[in-house]
């Protein structure tokens, strides 16, 4: 894991409209995004992570302050940083195989190269057989899995998660983190992923960002260096659990105030 | 009063002189009103007829009361006649349902539908009188060799139950063609100039003075008059409600003692002379009640022959009329014996009814 | 016998009863009318299955058959025609708001007018058959419209972010996600659109048409008083109406199942 900035975010501000008042969602907000690196957000409910990832997709635009991928202003989405979402958003009307090389469709490979490049991510993610199902026929984790190689396979630089596993049952969920886990050691991609569990957060990153209320700003960035795979029982882990929360409590207890 | 006996005696006389006078003088006043109040005594006749049709001109002639000195020959024969439609009704299929509906006592119609609506609806009338034969034509915006090159084109007609229709597609059989190879249109007679002006008709066929309307100014040509596709046939006839004439044979033998005269006096008129007085008359109520130009009608009167007799040629071609009527299907096969007649014959010697006409004569 | 079987059985049941009571009071209101004007329920069907068998040709020289070839082609090819252009124009407002706010009031103008009163407008400018066309064309097109306007209005939008996220734009995005995606909104709107065009098969044939049609055979019958003809035309109407509408619902089902939305 090189120290390489992919993402550099510099006072990021965001303000939206809504029926005539102003919510700040992100208040000159600072954070690098190394390479090859898994980076947690959390912070309290509502406080802007959604937003700051939308950005980062280039689905919404910056408020103002600076954020630069690979030295370049983000002008808008593309799919060197494509994202996953909580709610799948699979397209209802292709079937598996079609999901996973909608990115693919606009590039110019051969029609084997393409089908090479499907098959190797049904495979990684668990799939086989299942290629021409549609994705009402799925369980969740299934569609989940889905949407991850769907983001994947037009190799991306970056990719976003947007609480992927916040519709999933416990065990689904567990499954799929260490699911996610072997993709991320497999394909060794940038990933950051947004979630409000602080456990998820202490068994996947690398580093977690710890986000303000809103408006939201960073308060803390910790390196996790337990090895993976890591176990959430540890005593190191709970330590690094409970300190994040204690924040996370106290930032909620701020904005209950301030409110 | 304190006169005692006499009182009473003289009170008597007073009462009695009183009452005489009273009763002569009242019964003198309703003598009088009796004798000069006709509208008391006048029956009233809905009359049904068609717009702007001058087969009907009889009608109008009847009701007219320049020509009558002061009354009209309706009157003259004691009827006070209303118009079941302010403005005429537009074809006669109309004003048959009109008189089954109950809102027509007396019908000017079409031999069409009088026989169309009876066999096929029950519509319970009778047929008293012929009103004219001929009168129609089909008329076309650009001349045409035959028939066949009116295919494809769109041809205009009061509809369906028509006298009008009929004539077509005799016509159209007549010529050997297919009535499936015709676009046909129903229009009411005074739209179809407009139409045809504004091309989205080709031809039509109408009654009288709407043939001429056209041709006096340059609308369309005559391709074929309705006497030259069947010669001296009926065109309209005088229907009533069977019912009604049960219920009042007086009125009905009056209204076609004004219809007989009134049809001597324009036959009269016409023979004439253009010069004549009565001819005079006779154009300004035709141009009256058509609102057509004096040049059309005289136009359209030259193609129109007006007579109210029921002879053996009206007969037959009544009979005619219904045996086609059947072959086209315009009235169902099996109607006749439906309507409780044994056959064509017995229909026609049933549903023409000359004891009216006789007596009116 | 499985649930739905018995359901749709007692469906069909419950409708048939619904109907035979319904031709019940026909009958008792005719027997008191007792008029030609209103012929019997079994004077009119005795025409109606005498009319299917015989298949002659009547006064305007057609044959049944042809009567009804005649309408339902009428009513597919202003249905076709306006399908082609409903869809394409409906998708475009929807997604380019600029192209919706410059016609929609255009649409809302016309929108309420109804195809009977184009009757006079049709006859000056068309001919056969494109009058009439026209007539079931203006009663298709807005149901189309409108309903895929809003089914593109409808989409999921993280449909159209993770499309985004994959790199698709533009044409693309149009083509590969908001067409697919509208589609089962489009088979509404095409199903109320047929339903509708069919209602008007008797106000379109009243522009003059050539060939025959339902509408006209009604309106030709009624004009000789032949009314359990026309009535017996009023019942293939429903009929046939009714057939279409099974047929489209079909369609409707099938596509929105490829569209996985069922």
């Known amino acids: ?259 | 009063m304190d006169d005692g006996g006499q009182m009473p005696q003289l009170k008597r006389v007073h009462a009695i002189v009183v009452a005489a006078l009273l009763i002569g003088i009242g019964g003198l006043v309703a003598f009088q009103l009796d004798w000069h109040a006709p509208k008391a005594t006048l029956a009233t006749v809905r009359v049904g007829w068609l717009t702007g049709d001058l087969h009907h001109l009889p009608y109008f002639v009847a009701r007219d009361r320049d020509i009558g000195h002061g009354r009209s020959f309706f009157e003259e024969y004691g009827l006070n006649v209303t118009d079941s439609s302010p403005v005429g009704y537009p074809n006669g299929p109309a004003e048959m349902d009109a008189i089954a509906a109950g809102d027509v006592d007396v019908g000017f119609v079409g031999l069409s539908p009088a026989i169309t609506k009876h066999l096929n609806a029950e519509v319970n009338t009778i047929v008293v009188a012929q009103v004219n034969s001929i009168g129609s034509a089909l008329v076309v915006r650009y001349p045409v060799t035959s028939l066949h090159d009116l295919r494809t084109k769109t041809i205009a007609t009061p509809g369906p139950g028509t006298v009008q229709y009929f004539l077509l597609l005799k016509l159209i059989e007549e010529e050997g063609e297919n009535v499936a190879d015709y676009v046909l249109i129903k229009l009411a007679p005074k739209d179809m100039r407009a139409s045809m002006e504004a091309n989205t008709i080709d031809a039509f066929v109408a009654w009288e003075p709407y043939c001429s309307d056209s041709v006096v100014d340059n609308i369309g040509v005559i391709y074929k008059n309705s006497s030259d596709i069947w010669p001296n046939h009926i065109c309209c006839v005088i229907v009533v409600h069977k019912t009604f004439a049960m219920d009042h044979p007086d009125v009905v033998i009056n209204f076609l003692k004004a219809h007989v005269k009134a049809t001597n006096w324009i036959n009269r008129a016409k023979d004439s002379g253009s010069s004549s007085e009565d001819y005079a008359s006779m154009i300004d109520i035709a141009v009256n009640f058509t609102g057509r130009s004096v040049a059309v009608i005289e136009q359209a009167l030259k193609n129109i022959e007006y007579g109210y007799e029921i002879d053996d040629g009206f007969m037959q071609c009544f009979t005619d009329f219904t045996y086609k009527l059947i072959q086209y299907e315009i009235v169902a096969y099996d109607r006749i014996e439906a309507s409780g007649y044994a056959n064509i014959y017995d229909f026609a010697s049933k549903y023409i009814d000359t004891s009216y006409l006789k007596k009116a004569k | 016998m499985r649930r739905e079987t018995r359901r749709g059985i007692i469906q069909v049941a419950i409708g048939t009863a619904a109907v035979l009571l319904l031709i019940l009071l026909w009958d008792l209101y005719a027997m008191q009318v007792d008029s030609p004007y209103l012929p019997r329920p079994q004077q009119v069907f005795a025409t109606l299955v005498s009319i299917l068998i015989h298949n002659d040709k009547d006064f305007s020289g057609f044959l049944i058959s042809q009567h009804i070839s005649a309408s339902v082609v009428r009513v597919l090819c202003g249905f076709g025609l306006a399908a082609i252009l409903a869809v394409p124009i409906g998708l475009l407002c929807g997604w380019l708001w600029y192209i919706e706010k410059a016609i929609s009031p255009i649409i809302e103008l016309i929108r309420p007018v109804p195809p009977l009163a184009w009757i006079p407008f049709a006859i000056y400018f068309f001919r056969d058959p494109l009058s009439s066309i026209f007539i079931v064309f203006l009663g298709v097109f807005f149901p189309i419209l409108l309903s895929t306007v809003a089914g593109v209005k409808s989409i999921d939008p993280l449909l159209i972010d993770a499309a985004r996220t994959l790199g698709t734009k533009g044409l693309d995005l149009f083509r590969k996600v908001i067409v697919p995606a509208s589609v089962p909104s489009i088979m509404t709107g095409l199903r109320i659109g047929l339903g509708i065009g069919w209602m008007c098969v008797v106000a379109a044939e009243l522009v003059g048409v050539k060939g025959g049609g339902l509408g006209i055979y009604i309106l030709s019958m009624s004009d000789v008083g032949r009314f359990e003809n026309v009535f017996a035309g009023m019942i293939l109407i429903g009929v046939l109406g009714f057939i279409i509408m099974l047929i489209m619902t079909q369609l409707e089902r099938r596509l929105s199942r490829w569209a996985g939305m069922y």
Do not use: Y
């Open chain 1, 1 to 259: 894991m090189g120290r390489n900035v992919l993402v550099s975010i510099q006072n990021l501000t965001k303000v939206f409209e809504k029926d005539d008042t102003e919510i700040t969602a992100l208040q000159r907000l600072t954070i690098d995004v190394f390479e090859g690196e898994l980076l947690c957000i959390v912070g309290p409910t509502g406080c802007g992570k959604t937003t700051l990832l939308r950005i980062l997709a280039g689905l919404e635009k910056p408020g103002s302050g600076t954020i630069r991928f690979e030295g370049q202003e983000i002008r808008g989405p593309a799919a060197e940083r494509s994202m996953v979402f909580q709610e799948f958003a699979l397209f209802p009307w292709r079937n598996v195989e079609k999901n996973i090389s909608f990115g693919l469709e606009n590039k110019s490979l051969t029609k084997e190269k393409k089908n090479e490049i499907v098959n190797g991510f049904v495979s990684l993610a668990n799939l086989k057989g299942f290629e021409h199902s549609h994705p009402r026929d799925l369980s969740s984790g299934m569609k989940q899995r889905v949407a991850i190689v769907r983001a994947l396979a037009t190799d991306p630089k970056l990719l976003l998660m947007d609480e992927p596993f916040g519709s999933l049952d416990a065990q689904t969920r567990n499954i799929m983190q260490k699911e996610l886990l072997k993709i991320w050691a497999e394909t060794g991609k940038t990933i950051v992923f947004v979630t409000h569990s602080v456990d998820e957060a202490v068994l996947l990153a690398c580093r977690i960002a710890i986000l303000t209320s809103r408006p939201a700003s960073l308060k803390r960035v910790l390196e996790v260096e337990i090895p993976h795979p890591r176990d959430i029982m540890s005593s190191e882990s709970i330590q690094i659990r409970t300190g994040i929360l204690k924040e996370l409590e106290a930032e909620v207890q701020k904005s209950l105030m301030t409110h």
